[in-house]
């Protein structure tokens, strides 16, 4: 079946390293993709998206590739702080149907910076 | 900043009961959404809801679980009789318009069913 999966549940990260975490997907029809955060006792917080059109995309301190060829998905994370840990979700947009554009995410990277 | 709220945070019944979960979306949202997570697992799509109908769902949304928008605010998820594996993190999720993919969360109701 189609899945959103992540090569690395755990990544542990000196503090003011760059971060790279990783996700492939298997749909080759997703036109869409995004990272959330989640830290504990919160909800899934939207980091950066990208669409299939595009092969790069950067924010602040963040920048998401899409390698359409191998389906791959990273998140980087530069100069990392303490307030990046948190489990990082990627999620593509998986609907077959226009207006439903439901999300399947992946199972998460837990990043633990280290001071 | 404007934010998807949910209430309760903690939601505890028991098994047959029936609930109802609570959700706020943005205001200006066209689009909304619930998802569970169980823990330790991944976030699974529930429901999406457009246009004061459910437009796709997913296998887990069974006839136990049904969704309402009873006026211009609240999007709610009811599950008429709970069971054990019902227990999960129920996020609610809302979307400005077809334009705009972005889904914001609210900060989940934990459900647990004894």
């Known amino acids: 079946g189609e899945s959103v999966g992540l090569h690395l549940p755990t990544l542990s990260v000196q503090e003011g390293d760059n971060s790279i975490i990783n996700c492939a997907y298997s749909n080759s029809a997703s036109d869409y993709f995004i990272w959330y955060k989640q830290e504990s006792g919160k909800g899934p917080q939207f980091i950066i998206d990208i669409r299939s059109n595009m092969d790069k995309r950067q924010g602040q301190r963040v920048t998401v590739l899409l390698n359409k060829t191998v389906k791959h998905l990273s998140l980087q994370i530069a100069a990392t702080q303490p307030g990046d840990s948190a489990v990082y979700f990627c999620a593509e947009n998986s609907s077959t149907l226009g207006a439903g554009n439901k999300l399947t995410f992946g199972g998460g990277t837990r990043v633990l910076v280290k001071p | 900043e404007p934010e998807v709220t949910q209430t309760p945070s903690h939601q505890v019944t028991q098994m047959g009961q029936e609930v109802i979960l609570h959700c706020v979306p943005i205001?200006?949202?066209?689009?909304f959404y619930w998802y569970r997570q169980i823990l330790g697992q991944k976030v699974e799509f529930l429901v999406s809801f457009y246009n004061n109908e459910i437009s796709e769902k997913s296998e887990i949304f069974d006839d136990q679980f049904s969704v309402e928008r009873p006026d211009g605010s609240n999007f709610t998820l009811k599950i008429r009789s709970t069971k054990l594996e019902d227990s999960a993190m129920y996020f609610c999720a809302s979307r400005e318009s077809v334009n705009r993919n972005i889904q914001y969360f609210g900060a989940g109701t934990r459900l647990s069913v004894l």
């Open positions: 205001s200006n949202h066209l689009y």
